[in-house]
């Protein structure tokens, strides 16, 4: 593997590192407790979110009328994670928001 790329790699993995801990922090001010299949989800697609912050790797196409359900509370906490990256789409927040809103329903 190339210094740059071993560079690339440590730097996504830090600023996953980073972000998690945003976004559970985030997470527990608004009384949000994922269970454990939805932490790991959601660790997976924040950490592939600094992949994609780092690399600019674009997602697939998304459809912003497949989220109309979310609730508007999930979807500004979503919007919160993608603007502290700082590079990253809408349609990141848009797909992002799924995880909280399934998870505030955890009681």
């Known amino acids: 593997m190339s210094d740059a790329l071993c560079q690339q790699t440590e730097h996504t993995a830090q600023l996953g590192d980073r972000m998690l801990a945003w976004v559970f ?7 949000i407790t994922p269970n454990a299949v939805q932490e ?3 660790s997976s ?4 979110m600094a ?7 674009p997602l697939p196409e ?11 509370a999930s979807m500004r906490l979503a ?10 789409p ?3 927040a848009w797909l992002l928001s799924v995880h ?3 998870a505030k329903d955890n009681l």
């Open 25 to 31: 922090a985030l997470l527990a001010q608004h009384h």
């Open 51 to 57: 992949h994609r912050s780092i690399s600019g790797e």
């Open 100 to 102: 909280f809103e399934v």
């Open 40 to 42: 790991q989800m959601l």
């Open 45 to 48: 697609h924040v950490r592939a």
């Open 79 to 88: 919007q919160a994670v993608v603007d502290e990256f700082g590079n990253l």
């Open 90 to 92: 809408v349609e990141e």
């Open 62 to 72: 998304v459809e912003a009328e497949l989220f109309d359900e979310i609730s508007d």
